[in-house]
DNA sequence: CAACGGCGGGCAAACGTTATCACCGGGCAG
DNA sequence: CTGCCCGGTGATAACGTTTGCCCGCCGTTG
């Protein structure tokens, strides 16, 4: 039962280990009855490669690092799904580190991700200012994407949804409907998600109205936010409410419902991420949802691209943007 | 910018590796003066030590595989999270992998981490049966743990929340509240979890009425089955309905909402884990809260009493139970 | 003063693969 | 007939650590 090497294989089927490894790996023509002979062997005494032995050798070990804030942040475990799919198809495994929405941790985690030798790294920044120096250094070591969140322009390839359009699509879809006294409610804080959609969201409100851009209120990605914000602007009696993310949509329907407001007659009320719960809530939540398993994809398809080269820099970083879609629901 | 090895720092200061390598495990004495100067040259030059390398020779990688029936399942997160917190700070890194609830693709994933050479398994079966074997075979080769659902005596270590026990939590409060009709809306999977908490059901149920043991639905571990169970058991009127998980509480919340019944005074619902979004059901779901911190740091300790010995299946399986907490809320 | 014990440290052999080099036939062109 | 190329193979040196073994030195002890 103990582990049963190339060595062994050799001697069972009368080679060396060289000719063992090649007819193994593939790496280099060898003789039709030699290989038959290989495999045969190999197959008998039940040879397993050694992974560990493999990485020394080849100096890679076929493993990725995700670095996330929160896995507990309801949109994230459907892209840990997805991009464990991804890469699993790939062939390579995934390490998983959740730094507790904490720069440093993340930082400190990153460093032992690239101490494990991870081939290349996952991240999903924490902020958008505070992630940017231990992203870069680890950009300069080995392939990095960025997933759903971005960390600046040049630090590495990145990978995330068209938060402009998905807001674009949250405003006509609103002005169609007649509405036109929106207010957004976004989250203060420095991820770049948060201030991508807050811009699109001034950027494009003025459609409705010109006074809607100025409308903005921010706090965090949470449903007692969402519920703080409803407070503070329902006495103006806004006829749509644009939150920054599902949880705050959440938040404000659930403080709506208790304050007596009908939704959507009176007032609408729309998301952004669609996740799980956000078909559950009552009325069901009308979101932007994210392509996940196209972003899942697209990031191992970036990783595969740049583990070809050995240099980890080649090339400008890429940034892919993909377009998300408007899932109406009864909330607005 | 070159990998910085041990030969490196050896001839930086003067001395061989294997001397280099003592100081910096600390795995035997050594000159003070010598560790001094070593320690400095380490730094000096920004050694890593190579954790590929150091896993060949001593046969430990340092990582932990989890292989999970589907990470969308929203109780699973919170818990994965806590189990990356206590395998770290055990200096381990956890592999994770989605098996997307199939029992086949389960054991491929397993195979596959035990060719990566993982030290220790922590798993989440699909199946009480269908994954035994994968399951004994795994626990043949490297320390496995079973976490929150079992996959029947003596398999393997196991770590789970006393079903039971939470069952009768709930079914003393809601006798307590004067509740005589209960009726069960569980899961006819083979689950440890489906089951156990079933038994304890109907173990427990004739407290409140002798006919209330029979009360019982089975369908799946899902909202729109606990839309359906009440639908098939809301003509006979009971005044409290018991579900399995959360996901078929919302179900049942959602339905009942619907048919115009109230909750909690006409009749109570109460689910089992206590998901984020148990909370944010309106009205708030009176759930059994697991201990997903203790539930993990179980698994870890565990983890790493059994790596200690060098032989995987020393002693008997040994299997943990923690006491679950009733979450008293608006829904029953 | 001789023998001995122990400490500090170096040498070299692993760990299991893969890559480089060399070798040895045989077929083919000059 | 000689030289050359090439498919097939084996030795062997890495990859970066850890560790068993040995050796020299110093202090202690009989």
């Known amino acids: 039962m103990a582990e049963v090497t190339l060595k062994d ?26 290989a038959r002979t290989v495999r045969e062997a190999a197959t008998r005494l039940g040879y397993r490669p050694n992974h560990v032995a493999r990485a020394l050798r080849r ?45 440093t941790t993340e930082a400190a985690r990153i460093a032992e991700f690239l101490d494990r030798q991870v081939d290349a790294l996952v991240l999903i920044p924490v902020d958008e200012r505070l992630s940017r120096e231990a992203v870069a250094d680890a950009a300069r070591r080995v392939p990095v994407v960025l997933l759903d969140r971005g960390c600046g322009p040049g630090v590495a390839d990145s990978v995330a949804v068209d938060n402009a359009a998905g807001m674009a699509l949250v405003l006509d879809h609103l002005a169609a409907a007649g509405r036109r006294r929106p207010w957004f409610v976004g989250a203060a804080g420095t991820t770049s998600t948060a201030a991508e959609r ?30 703080e914000a409803v407070d503070r602007i329902w006495p103006s009696r806004p006829d749509a409410i644009i939150c920054a993310n599902d949880l705050i949509a959440v938040g404000a329907l659930q403080r709506l419902r208790q304050l007596g407001a009908e939704v959507p007659t009176e007032v609408a009320v729309v998301g952004f991420d669609d996740v799980p719960f956000a078909g559950l809530a009552d009325p069901a939540l009308t979101t932007v949802r994210q392509p996940v398993g196209e972003l899942a994809a697209e990031a191992a398809r970036l990783l595969g691209e740049r583990s070809g080269d050995r240099a980890p820099a080649v090339g400008p970083s890429r940034t892919v943007r993909l377009t998300p879609e408007l899932l109406v629901r009864a909330s607005g």
């Open 9 to 34: 294989v050799a001697r069972a089927s009368g080679c060396s280990v060289a000719t063992v490894s090649r007819v193994l790996a593939g790496t280099r023509p060898v003789g039709a009855e030699t």
């Open 59 to 103: 100096r890679a070990t076929g493993t990725v690092g995700l670095v996330l804030p929160q896995i507990t942040n309801p949109f994230f475990p459907a892209l840990v799904r997805e991009l464990e799919h991804a890469l699993h198809a790939a062939g390579r495994a995934l390490l998983l580190a959740d730094c507790d929405d904490d720069p």
């Open 198 to 227: 807050r811009a699109a969201y001034e950027a494009g409100a003025a459609a409705l109205d010109p006074q809607a851009p100025g409308r903005v209120e921010l706090g965090d990605f949470s449903v007692a936010w969402g519920r």
